[in-house]
């Protein structure tokens, strides 16, 4: 019996039980359903998506999109989560592995401009298509940009008294807050190949009101 | 590369870029004492029968405005459904219902939700530029001048939420025509950051971004007061976010000096009034 449920590489197995494990199967179609919406979205936006077009892409039927997902919105939220689940993994990865803080901020900001260059399709799906598909995911992109505000509050840690005056309760956000703004309006315009680019200028942006601007410059353009 | 703000403003400049930078440009810094440019009556560069001009004593006025006027009325309406749903949700339906109007009246103002999005969009954004280049448009000193029209932008946007959540917060998740013009009007708002290239002592070697960054900041947290409905803790941002502006191209302290002063200053301005 050929069910569309089961990956290609399982299709060499006698039908019947496998004696896989539910769950196996399960996590498997809903990864396939995620990669498929996010092919989906990638090809028609995300208002044009069908569950269709999602079950198509997943090769997978309809009915089992509905065990996974209530709605096209339900099955978006599990791939937003899922792509900045991966972002995040990478930032924090790169950020942890310099000693001094402002090197792990270049470096933190370097993996994701890397991370969105090399997935321009990803990059769209969670900072342009996700301002479409409805409140619960506005509110996981607003968290997830305040969710950055911490890397740089770390930069506060043994400042001068008279630094640590020129900073205010909202710097920290409003930084954040930048950054992502040039970030956006690029992949916004599908200019994803000049990401990369901003990374001395993000630096510079981010480490000066820590640094000030003459050390801030210097780590900006190094290597 | 260092940007010299040219005195004439070049054509390709959209209709708020022109607004904006034309009166604000630099006569000198820094200024001995307060010199006010001769009382034309009406902002230099706006012709009197400009319909452009901004109407005197805005705030007050629009209310009444509202009242009479049907297409703003219905603008209004689709700000108050907007803020309350999010663009997606809101159907012609219910902005007739709040605006009190026919549906056949929706239609003869405009041809589609899209279309009466961009309207309020465009109104919201013209309504808050002018009220920036009114309060702005006078000072001499870049400084203070950035610091009276940020004021003013609070100012529009604690009193009229809805509207500046438009522009500000439900631009990006609307039609295409929404997004092009909040880009446009980011790039007017760069430009106006950008004169202080001239008046900083390393205006040169300043990040090139910088201004897009600086907006971008100050506009993620306007946003996130916007989308906690909170517009009355706006206002109070006003030190901080001078502050921050200010910084790169002053230095701390200078920017802190300005931002201090700016109680003093709007004191001073209210009691003449």
Known sequence: MNSPEY????????????????????????????????EAVAENGYAG???????????????TFYEHFGSKDECFVAAYDTVMAELRRRVDQAFNEEDEWPQAVRAGIAAMLEFLTAEPHLA???????????????????????????????GRKGRSAKVLAGLSPSTEEALVGGMVSLISRRIFADRTEELESLL????????????GSAEAAQVAKSA | MRSRFPVKVPARFNLIEKMVCLSLVPKRYPVPGPTRSPDLGTLPFVAPKSTTRPLPGQHQLSREFIAQHQRARIVNALALEVSEKGYRAVTVADIVKRAGIARNTFYENFGSKEECFLAAQQFAMSAALSRVVEAAGEIDEWPLRVEAGLAAFLRYVAEEPALARTCMVDALAAAPSSVRFYEESLQAF???????????????????????ALIGGVFWILYQRLVAAEPRGIEELLPELVEFALT??????????????????????????
């Open chain 1, 7 to 38: 990956p290609p590489e399982l299709a060499r197995l006698p039908p019947g039980r496998h004696g896989l494990p539910r769950e196996f199967v399960a996590r498997n179609q809903r990864e396939r359903l995620i990669a498929g919406l996010a």
């Open chain 1, 49 to 63: 998506t069908t569950i269709a077009h999602i079950t198509r892409h997943a090769a997978v039927s309809r009915r």
């Open chain 1, 124 to 154: 769209r799906l969670s900072m342009v298509e996700a301002l479409v598909a409805g409140p619960v995911v506005i509110e996981r992109y607003d968290a997830a940009i305040q969710g950055l505000v911490p890397y740089f509050e770390a």
């Open chain 1, 200 to 211: 001395p200028d993000l630096v510079e942006f981010a480490l000066t009101p820590y640094l």
């Open chain 2, 190 to 212: 760069v430009s106006l950051f950008r004169l202080g290239r001239d008046v900083s002592p390393h205006g040169q070697e300043l990040p090139e971004t910088l201004e897009e």
């Open chain 2, 248 to 273: 790169p191209y002053l230095g701390a302290e200078a920017a802190r000096a300005v931002a201090d002063e700016g109680g003093a200053a709007s004191a001073t301005a209210a009691s003449n009034e």
